[in-house]
Nanobody, 125 residues
Framework: QVQLVESGGGLAQPGGSLRLSCSAS????????MSWARQAPGKEFEWVSG????????YYADSVKGRFTISRDNAKNTVYLQMNSLEPEDTALYYC??????????????????WGLGTQVTVSS
């Protein structure tokens, strides 16, 4: 069965960095786009970043553009989210999500069928 396991969350200071990892199993990883999303207490679920199945194209929410970098290693069935210049507003539970297509697609057409349990990121001094 499909499993997505996130790791790498923790406490970081403002301006600091964290790298999240998502280990995937149960499907042909390179055939599917992968995304990261987050949810903070009292706030809406927010899509953060996505990467096509072959890693050729990446996409970012405006709120993280220039600070976060998504990547994937299809040989290791793992997708990463490098988060730099962290801000308190980045505090949230971060989820890895499996897309239903090879490409991330346009904002209105993205669909996901599996996601992990999440990893907590807290940015505070």
């Amino acid at each position: 069965q499909v499993q997505l396991v996130e790791s790498g969350g923790g406490l970081a200071q403002p301006g600091g960095s964290l790298r999240l990892s998502c280990s995937a199993s149960g499907f042909t990883f390179s055939n599917y786009a992968m995304s990261w999303a987050r949810q903070a207490p009292g706030k809406e679920f927010e899509w953060v970043s996505g990467i096509d199945g072959d890693g050729s194209d990446t996409y970012y929410a405006d709120s993280v553009k220039g600070r976060f970098t998504i990547s994937r290693d299809n040989a290791k069935n793992t997708v990463y989210l490098q988060m730099n210049s962290l801000e308190p507003e980045d505090t949230a539970l971060y989820y890895c999500m499996k897309g239903m297509s090879t490409v991330v697609g346009d904002e209105g057409s993205r669909e996901y069928d599996y996601w992990g349990l999440g990893t907590q990121v807290t940015v505070s001094s």
